[in-house]
T-cell receptor
């Protein structure tokens, strides 16, 4: 199984350019996530989609938009890239189940290393 | 906003030593998870704890969930160089935060031979 596939793996953008990071999962998971990881900051949630048709803001949504295209795909768009968005971006998916038991292992892609100059 | 604070941020120890990493929050989570991340890879799940007071063991790793379900700890006995990596705790949201997975800032562990 491919699991979670992110494209591209590396990208260099000029300030002001736009781009879309693609993410697809083949595990039939309901929930999908976009995180950014900076040195010493752990993983910070940008946006998440608890289920197909819904999206919600995370901790650091400014400067980003997302689209849950279907159950498999969740894309992240930078409309006007800024140097502060230089980071490693991770997409993840999980089978978030309702109570009483929430066992929801998140599976991560390999990451996209984005540099904005 | 549900936040998770991990401590310490960095840990450098010798092979054979024991260590504990802490994960604390002011919020209650439905469950709490611990992940390990290697350089250039995404995090991989180690364990999920669900019940307040729960203790889980994974070989030399012991995970504990606080009684109030706001804090957790990871204890490694007799650390080995292969334990080196970034350890992350993550809180699983419920209710209005259903499906939300929030991470702490991580603990970078280095075990020297």
């Amino acid at each position: 199984n491919a699991g979670v596939t992110q494209t591209p793996k590396f990208q260099v953008l000029k300030t002001g350019q736009s781009m879309t990071l693609q993410c697809a999962q083949d595990m039939n998971h309901n929930s999908m996530y976009w995180y950014r990881q900076d040195p010493g900051m752990g993983l910070r949630l940008i946006y998440y989609s608890a289920s197909e048709g819904t999206t919600d803001k995370g901790e650091v949504p400014n400067g980003y938009n997302v689209s849950r295209l279907n159950k498999r795909e969740f894309s992240l768009r930078l409309e006007s890239a800024a140097p502060s968005q230089t980071s490693v971006y991770f997409c993840a998916s999980s089978e978030a189940l309702h109570s009483p038991v929430l066992y929801t292992e998140a599976f991560f892609g390999q990451g996209t290393r984005l540099t904005v100059v | 906003t549900q936040l998770l604070e991990q401590s310490p941020q960095f840990l450098s120890i010798q092979e054979g030593e024991n260590l504990t990493v802490y994960c604390n929050s002011s919020s209650v989570f439905s469950s709490l998870q611990w992940y390990r991340q290697e350089p250039g890879e995404g995090p991989v799940l180690l364990v999920t704890v669900v019940t307040g007071g729960e203790v889980k063991k994974l070989k030399r790793l012991t995970f504990q969930f606080g009684d109030a379900r706001k804090d957790s700890s990871l204890h490694i006995t007799a650390a080995q160089p292969g334990d080196t990596g970034l350890y992350l705790c993550a809180g699983v949201g419920g209710g209005t935060s259903y499906g939300k997975l929030t991470f702490g800032q991580g603990t970078i562990l280095t075990v020297h031979p």
